[in-house]
């Protein structure tokens, strides 16, 4: 498995900038204010797990033309130095009495004018990585220049994937996808559910995986209730359901899908269902053509695993994919957002087995001219034993 080339070349990012100055001009925004990791990265291509600290706040500006000002702690200089980014502005952080606010003004000051508009995310999946004591100091040094919502500018370059970002999904699917095929190999009944998620993150990183930031997972008979809780110290049985989410990491992108095992032969219930949701997908597949809606997945989905119609209790069916393990849209029925090729998903659909149980599976798809392609490995409609 040959890797694609990690980061990107310089090209990529000065169209993205540029992409987002065109939309800055129709709407009237005089700079973006970038303060969130994917946000940055995605102009920048500044990759580190310093993020994981929450003292240090982050800035970089996109002004209305030519290149990014990174207002940034003095730590991250000499990282941010080997991006194609030239206008690098320090201070040492952390500052208790201003950290880095009043460079950030200036900077503002410098490309938004007298009375220009600084957009900021604002919209559903965005938030402001800073203090709020320091972000109502910020808008009232900006005096006569307001912080206003982004347009979300940022959200709508990111929905389309270039072939280098798919790339890199793909990679990071084929390497859970290694990760999955092993799981046999090392676990068994009477293994803790703990001992599962150690060692199938082991089989991650061992795969080729940069890092695993997500797993999820469960195992109960005949299904699970729920896919969000932490591993237990509780034994795998014959007749468990063991389910194995991950969202790992490859330069900087990940991949998001899951697979269902069976402890020991599955019952006819439980292999009913598996066989459910693998058509559940397929048939969110079929229908995953540019000119469709977001909302026709879930449809298609929904009609396979929940006849009746009613709306599932876990809510989406699926979600966007790329530098984060959820990106936009959801897949709801209230989403009509348009496929384009280039848009990167998951399809997501669940199944009830019984009441208080359920079986999840889920997919990485890409949007192209024909449809869908699969970047996952997609999962037979028999569920995997162990």
Request: hydrophobic residues 45%.
């Amino acid at each position: 498995m040959t890797p694609p080339h990690r980061g990107f070349p310089e090209d990529e990012f000065r169209r993205r900038t540029q992409a987002a100055q065109a939309l800055m001009a129709k709407h009237n925004l005089a700079a973006l204010l970038l303060t969130t990791e994917p946000e940055l990265r995605y102009y920048t291509g500044f990759l580190t797990r310093f993020w994981e600290s929450p003292t240090r706040p982050w800035f970089v500006i996109i002004p209305p033309t030519g290149d990014l000002i990174a207002v940034i702690p003095s730590i991250g200089a000499h990282l941010m130095s080997q991006t194609w980014v030239t206008d690098i502005r320090t201070w040492a952080a952390p500052d208790y009495d201003d950290d880095g606010i009043g460079l950030l003004v200036d900077a503002l000051n410098e490309v938004a004018g007298d009375e220009g508009q600084i957009g900021i995310a604002d919209q559903l999946e965005s938030y402001v990585r800073m203090p709020f004591a320091d972000l109502r100091r910020l808008e009232a040094a900006l005096l006569t220049r307001a912080l206003v919502s982004d347009a979300a500018i940022t959200r709508r370059l990111r929905l389309i994937k270039s072939e280098s970002e798919i790339d890199k999904i793909r990679h990071a699917a084929a390497i859970a996808t290694g990760a999955f095929n092993r799981v046999p190999e090392c676990v068994a009944s009477g293994m803790s559910l703990s001992q599962v998620f150690r060692r199938f993150q082991m089989l991650c990183l061992e795969e080729g995986a940069d890092w695993v930031p997500y797993l999820a997972g469960a195992a109960e008979q005949a299904g699970y209730a729920d896919v969000i809780s932490p591993a237990t110290d509780a034994p795998l049985e014959d007749g468990d359901v063991l389910m194995l989410d991950t969202g790992l990491m490859w330069d900087g992108y990940f991949c998001d899908f899951d697979r269902n095992y069976s402890v020991g032969p599955p019952s006819a219930v439980v292999q009913c269902a598996h066989s459910q949701l693998i058509a559940a997908t397929l048939a969110a597949a079929d229908v995953a053509k540019p000119g469709k809606t977001i909302s026709d997945l879930f449809y298609a989905m929904n009609a396979v695993v929940n006849p009746s119609g009613d709306v599932m209790e876990a809510g989406r069916l699926g979600h966007g994919l790329g530098m984060q393990l959820t990106e936009w849209p959801s897949i709801i029925p209230q989403d009509h957002t348009v496929l384009e090729p280039g848009m990167v998903l998951t399809l997501e659909p669940s199944v009830t087995v019984s009441p208080g149980k359920i079986l999840v599976h889920e997919e990485n798809i890409v949007i192209r001219d024909h449809g869908a392609e699969f970047l996952s490995d997609l999962q037979s409609a028999d569920i995997r034993v162990i």
